[in-house]
């Protein structure tokens, strides 16, 4: 009982956080309009939307039902779209220096949007990854987990160097896979899976030792 009560309540607590994360977010940007009356860097909020998506669709994956196709569109949604949390992180080439003060103030900010999409994919992939452990051994779990990171990294090169979306699965599904086919055999793709997708998984493993560690100590 206390262990589920601690699951009940760290999610509630991971809710909390995504929140107020997501609103310091908007705070500092609604603060850099009003300071230096630019809206260069708006669409920022568009892309912590998107990275907020794939948290949205793991929090109902955990109570859909297996083996209706409500839970398989769900699954599928949250694969296309859990690349958008970590996309955040390659917003920093957008960080251009003006004046110090501004260069400090939008590198801050841009800080901010990653740490809140990084956490709303890493509570996320949590959530797949609990599911998981009900139905597979835990070294299958973490395995699935790892792969499901460096996929997401290899989306995060689509969008980021490709300038593909989630979309274009729907919109341009024949240019999307063109590249993907272009994509098996160019180095700087690996590479820059590798680089991001060990990241993820780093980041994720500290996360995920916290949270069992908590879990335990509380049962």
Known sequence: MNKLL????FNKKQNSVLVLLGLLSLLLMLLRVKITHDIYLLFLIWNLFLG??????SSKLKTAIPGYFSFYILLLGWILFLP????????????????RFQFLFDAILL???TIAGFYAGIASLHHIHRLLEMKYTV???????????????FGVYLGRILRFNSWDIINHPVALFGSLLDSITNPEAHVFTCILGTFIVIVYTIFFSFINKKQISAW
């Open 52 to 57: 907020y998506i794939p948290y949205f669709l």
């Open 84 to 99: 958008n949390a970590f996309y955040l992180i390659t917003d920093f080439v957008h960080l251009h220096y003006s004046s």
């Open 6 to 9: 601690t699951i009940y309540f």
């Open 139 to 153: 070294k299958k779990s973490n395995s699935i987990v790892i792969v499901i990171c460096y996929l997401s990294s």
């Open 111 to 113: 800080t901010s949007f």
